[in-house]
Nanobody, 123 residues
Framework: QVQLVESGGGSVQSGGSLRLSCAAS???????MGWFRQAPGKEREGVAV???????YYADSVEGRFTISDDAAKNTLYLQMNSLKADDTAMYYC??????????????????WGQGTQVTVSS
């Protein structure tokens, strides 16, 4: 079992930055972890993923603006979000699984989920 707790959401103006954190507990060795988001009326979408070997993957919509990273010693996942846009407004979720495969941005792959943290970007 893995437990995930997100923090760091909030409100920011367009062009601003936020850093999300996800504290993981339980059996965290070898996890593939990612950030997903869901805006009102839209499906949940993959934003960024970091695999157990350190490989990172990003959705086209955030490439170059968001950076995913982790601190293994702290069992914490981060998402640095820069140049935020109104379209980035959503509930952001941390997710984890033991094997991502090639469908690493698909929510179907992930077994463990956090409760989410809200990000609101005003234009």
């Amino acid at each position: 079992q893995v437990q995930l707790v997100e923090s760091g959401g909030g409100s920011v103006q367009s062009g601003g930055s936020l850093r999300l954190s996800c504290a993981a507990s339980g059996y965290t060795s070898g996890l593939c972890m990612g950030w997903f988001r869901q805006a009102p009326g839209k499906e949940r979408e993959g934003v960024a993923v970091i695999d157990s070997d350190g490989s990172t993957y990003y959705a086209d919509s955030v490439e170059g603006r968001f950076t995913i990273s982790d601190d293994a010693a702290k069992n914490t996942l981060y998402l640095q979000m820069n140049s935020l846009k109104a379209d980035d407004t959503a509930m952001y979720y941390c997710a984890a699984t033991y094997y991502c495969g090639v469908h690493y941005l698909s929510e179907l792959v992930y077994r463990y989920w956090g409760q989410g943290t809200q990000v609101t970007v005003s234009s």
